[in-house]
Nanobody, 115 residues
Framework: QVQLVESGGGLVQAGGSLRLSCAAS????????MGWYRQAPGKQRELVATSTSGGSTNYADSVKGRFTISRDSAKRTVYLQMNSLKPEDTAIYYC?????????WGQGTQVTVSS
C-alpha cells in the first residue's frame, strides 16, 4: 500500500502561480508513473501531467507551456509548478501513482483561480 499526501493548493489571482506537492508514504522501486489529474465542478476528472520513473513527461494541451511536472525520488515527491494560471484551471487536483497496474490516489487539493 502507498499513501499519497498532497499540499500546496489555494486561492490565486489569474496570472499567478502555485506549486503543488505530492509525497508518497514509502519509496517506490518498480517502474511507475506519477501524475496529476483535476476535476472541475460538473466535469469529469482529466489528466493534467504525468512523469514516468524513466524520465518521460506528458502534458494536457491546455497546460502545455504553463505547467511543469517534476519529481524528487529521494523525497518520494512529485511536484506540479503552475504558472500563468487561468480561471479555467480552477478544480480539485489529485495526485496519482500507477504502480504494477494499480492506481493510487491522493485526497485532492483545491485550486481556485479568480479573474
Amino acid at each position: 500500500q502507498v499513501q499519497l499526501v498532497e499540499s500546496g493548493g489555494g486561492l490565486v489571482q489569474a496570472g499567478g502561480s502555485l506549486r503543488l506537492s505530492c509525497a508518497a508514504s514509502r519509496s517506490i522501486f518498480s517502474t511507475n508513473v506519477m501524475g496529476w489529474y483535476r476535476q472541475a465542478p460538473g466535469k469529469q476528472r482529466e489528466l493534467v501531467a504525468t512523469s514516468t520513473s524513466g524520465g518521460s513527461t506528458n502534458y494536457a494541451d491546455s497546460v502545455k507551456g504553463r505547467f511543469t511536472i517534476s519529481r524528487d525520488s529521494a523525497k518520494r515527491t512529485v511536484y506540479l509548478q503552475m504558472n500563468s494560471l487561468k480561471p479555467e484551471d480552477t478544480a480539485i487536483y489529485y495526485c496519482n501513482l500507477r504502480l504494477v497496474g494499480f492506481d493510487y490516489w491522493g485526497q485532492g487539493t483545491q485550486v481556485t483561480v479568480s479573474s
